[in-house]
Nanobody
Framework: QVQLVESGGGLVQAGESLRLSCLASGRTFSSYAMGWFRQAPGKEREFVAAITWGASRVHADSVKGRFTISRNNAKNTVYLQMNSLKPEDTAVYYC?????????????????WGQGTQVTVSS
């Protein structure tokens, strides 16, 4: 069993930055692929970024060049550095864990989810 707790959300202006953190419980964190998803009001949850235990990573086209996913296995933590934020980035951001060595962009592949953290970007 893995428990995930996100933090770092908040209200910022367009162009500013935020760093989200996701702290995972459990001793096998390093073997999990981790992902970030987001859900804006009235929209489906969508993939943002994912990273394998070996730090191979992928980002959605909508955030490529602005967001960066990373992880620190010693701290059981995965991060999402978000730069040049836009109002359309406003959403609840969720951390997720997948018991797989390969990353996935599919929501259904992730077994464990955090409660989410709100990110609001004003124009």
């Amino acid at each position: 069993q893995v428990q995930l707790v996100e933090s770092g959300g908040g209200l910022v202006q367009a162009g500013e930055s935020l760093r989200l953190s996701c702290l995972a419980s459990g001793r096998t964190f390093s073997s999990y692929a981790m992902g970030w998803f987001r859900q804006a009001p009235g929209k489906e949850r969508e993939f943002v970024a994912a990273i394998t235990w070996g730090a191979s990573r992928v980002h959605a086209d909508s955030v490529k060049g602005r967001f960066t996913i990373s992880r620190n296995n010693a701290k059981n933590t995965v991060y999402l550095q978000m730069n040049s934020l836009k109002p359309e980035d406003t959403a609840v951001y969720y951390c997720a864990a997948d018991r797989s060595y390969a990353y996935s962009v599919r929501e259904s592949d992730y077994e464990y989810w955090g409660q989410g953290t709100q990110v609001t970007v004003s124009s």
